[in-house]
């Protein structure tokens, strides 16, 4: 199959309908139901009895002598006699798409594959989504989107693994392939996917990574995440990084459901589909020109020390931090999402803590615990040093109100003398410092000698 047949069956028939838009017109068509036509057959000219569907590439005539499916380029050229290319330009013309630049005869690419493919496929399973209401409505009342919001996210349906393959049949797409990719399954009744409203999620080669989301009736916003092939450990483009139909400061989610929700309400959102960010994800946010971004958690010490990692690696790349921080509890976003109570989560997301200054008031903590936390105070010092200048100076000054030193020398010493003061031994004193910021004081009596070294 030509790169050309490839981009008309993959890029430009599943976004058109050739009956409806006037293409067809010299075959009579008439609407035989909601995406059906009937036509005159452009191979043995009899009329009403060839069959085509909007958003595929064939029409085919029901009477058993006439012959093979006819494909809608072939149609036309018979037709109207123009050459295939001229009639490539007026498919794409028509499906609002750009005409493809390679040579008809030059084999198609991995490189330009993935592109193909993922139209496609994002076309068949969001057509299922408006085919089929239940599911769809279901979703809808589970995490509360309005049917707008749903047709604007673009969430597909999968209905089953026989139906994709069915519509992947229709469409005369590679069928090996996309059942590598895992869009479809020999053991159709037992496929993962079946009965899942579908996100698409880029994976390193180009392909989408279908994710289903099926609610669970046992806890309220419970859902199942299903894939059918493993992410890639070192994807490099969060979910929804590239979609910039929303502007604005990016807000950055471990959590797929979550991210859509946000996209919701206006703000521009994005996946990393782990706890922390990696080094892949913030190069890529670097080469896309963000400076800064906003870290969606809670208040768990999970998380805390997830967000820590977070703003360590973003900062050491150059991208300021911010972090929104969720009340306790499971499904905080979603309950209030689905409460409708928008006031609440645009107040959450709308004052965002400068990451230096999540850190002060870690180290705050920290600091004040009874033994003081010394691993963690460590681990927090070093994220200081990957700090931007402009979060180094938050993070200074929510320490100096909150009256907590960051320099363990010059409080130990000054904890030091309190405790001899108090009554202390040295050696008691001590102790205490070493427990509280591994250091050890020593006395030295005060000699000459000293004060010249010194």
């Not at 931007?388 to 200074?396: H, N, V």
Request: proline share 5%.
């Amino acid at each position: 199959m030509t790169t050309q047949t490839n981009y008309l069956n993959e890029s430009v028939y599943p976004r058109m309908d050739a009956a409806d838009s006037g293409l067809l017109g010299f075959l009579h068509p008439a609407r035989y139901s909601k995406n059906l036509w009937q036509l005159t057959c452009p191979q043995c000219s009899v009329p009403g009895q060839a069959i085509y569907e909007a958003g595929t590439s064939h029409i085919r005539c029901k009477r058993r002598k006439c012959g093979k499916p006819t494909s809608l380029a072939d149609s036309l050229c018979l037709a109207v006699e123009v050459s295939p290319n001229n009639v490539t330009e007026m498919l794409c013309e028509v499906a609002g798409v750009p005409v493809p630049t390679c040579s008809p005869t030059k084999p198609l690419t991995d490189a330009t594959a993935p592109s193909f493919l993922n139209d496609a496929i994002k076309s068949i399973l969001i057509d299922f989504a408006k085919e089929y209401d239940a599911p769809r409505q279901t979703f809808c009342q589970s995490f509360g989107f309005t049917e707008q919001q749903f047709k604007d996210l673009e969430f597909g349906y999968y209905p089953s693994s026989t139906a994709v393959k069915l519509a992947i049949k229709k469409r005369f797409l590679d069928r090996r392939l996309c059942e590598a990719l895992g869009y479809f399954s020999r053991n159709e009744s037992k496929f993962i996917l079946n009965g899942t409203v579908i996100l698409f999620w880029t994976n390193p080669d180009g392909h989408y990574q279908l994710y289903g989301i099926k609610p669970k009736r046992l806890r309220k916003y419970e859902h199942a995440l299903c894939f059918p092939r493993p992410l890639a450990a070192n994807i490099t483009t969060p979910y929804q990084l590239l979609n910039t139909e929303i502007t604005g400061c990016l807000i950055v989610s471990s959590y797929l459901i979550e991210t859509e929700i946000i996209r919701s309400l206006g703000y521009r959102a994005c996946s990393i589909g782990h706890p922390s960010i990696s080094q892949d994800q913030c190069l890529e946010l670097v080469q896309q020109n963000f400076r800064d971004i906003i870290l969606l958690t809670d208040s768990s010490e999970a998380a805390s020390d997830a967000a820590n990692q977070s703003i360590e690696c973003a900062e050491s790349y150059g991208i300021t931090t911010n972090v929104c921080i969720k009340p306790a509890g499971e499904f905080v976003t979603e309950e209030l999402f689905h409460s409708k109570n928008f006031a609440a989560l645009h107040a959450l997301i709308g004052k965002p803590l400068n990451g230096g200054a999540f850190l002060a008031h870690q180290y705050a903590k920290a600091s004040y615990d009874q033994p003081a936390n010394r691993n963690h105070l460590t681990h927090l010092k070093k994220v200081y040093e990957a700090l931007s200048p402009i979060s180094q100076s938050q993070f200074d000054t929510v320490c100096t109100q909150l009256n907590c030193k960051t320099d363990d020398k010059s409080v130990a010493a000054g904890l030091f003398s309190k405790l001899l003061q108090a009554g202390l031994s040295h050696r008691k004193a001590n102790s205490v410092i070493q427990d509280r910021f591994g250091l050890s004081v020593e006395i030295t009596p005060y000699t000459q000698a000293n004060e010249q070294e010194n």
